[in-house]
């Protein structure tokens, strides 16, 4: 079974440019995460998807990142304009549907990463 | 705020036991702990998870304090593969987000 996937695997790109983020994720998962690190901090939570509602966005850090997970299958990040602390590396997970009392407490699985550059 | 604390760095023997401790004096009853490492710069691996009772799988056990307000992740074998950053995460059941903290650094050595 394939994994999370993710789409670039490094992006470069200029302050004030524009940035497209892809995941993929494990088949039938109705959960989707974006998570990202930046330089010398921790690994923070972006937003949650069920299929394709967001349930939860309160990591977003600003207006300038906008997700969307059209049809409930894959998920897109995009940074417009990207400004030079978003570089770091955003992770996607997911996991299987099974509700806030689901009894084995569904882990999530992560992708590799994008690692972005903002010049 | 990481609802977790873990020792910044530990080394261990490689074919010996490695013990990564974790506090999470916080935790509430329905709070599930999660372990999950890093290595390299790849995304977070899942390791193992529990509620109360202590569990093993192929990778790891884990053991939580009848309290539950600390745990420990037990690598039996620790191979030079098993370097990596080790994180101990607990999830509010109200939400799925992850919270993660620093997480311990765990050095294998030869």
């Known amino acids: 079974e394939a994994g999370v996937t993710q789409f670039p695997s490094h992006s470069v790109i200029e302050k004030g440019q524009t940035v497209t983020l892809r995941c993929d994720p494990i088949s039938g998962h109705d959960n989707l995460y974006w998570y990202r690190r930046v330089m010398g901090k921790e690994i923070k939570f972006l937003l949650h998807?069920?299929?394709?509602?967001?349930?939860?966005e309160s990591g977003m850090p600003n207006n300038r990142f906008l997700a969307e997970r059209t049809g409930g299958t894959y998920s897109t990040l995009k940074v417009q304009p990207a400004e030079l602390e978003d570089s770091g590396v955003y992770f996607c997970?997911?996991?299987?549907?099974?509700?806030?009392?689901?009894?084995?407490?569904?882990?999530?699985?992560f992708g590799p990463g994008t690692r972005l550059t903002v010049l | 705020d990481a609802k977790t604390t873990q020792p910044p760095s530990m080394d261990c023997a490689e074919g010996r036991a490695a013990n990564l401790p974790c506090n999470h004096s916080?935790?509430?009853?329905?709070?599930?702990v999660y372990w999950y490492r890093q290595i390299h710069s790849q995304g977070p691996q899942y390791i193992i998870h529990g509620l109360k009772n202590n569990e093993t799988n192929e990778m790891a056990s884990l053991i939580i304090t009848e309290d539950r307000k600390s745990s420990t992740l037990i690598l039996p074998h620790a191979t030079l593969r098993d370097t990596a950053v080790y994180y101990c995460i607990v999830r509010d059941p109200g939400t799925y987000k992850y919270i993660f903290g620093t997480g311990t650094r765990l050095k294998v050595l030869a």
């Open positions: 916080t935790i509430s009853g329905n709070e599930y």
């Open positions: 998807f069920v299929k394709e509602s967001k349930q939860d």
């Open positions: 997970a997911s996991s299987q549907t099974g509700g806030l009392a689901y009894p084995r407490g569904h882990e999530q699985f």
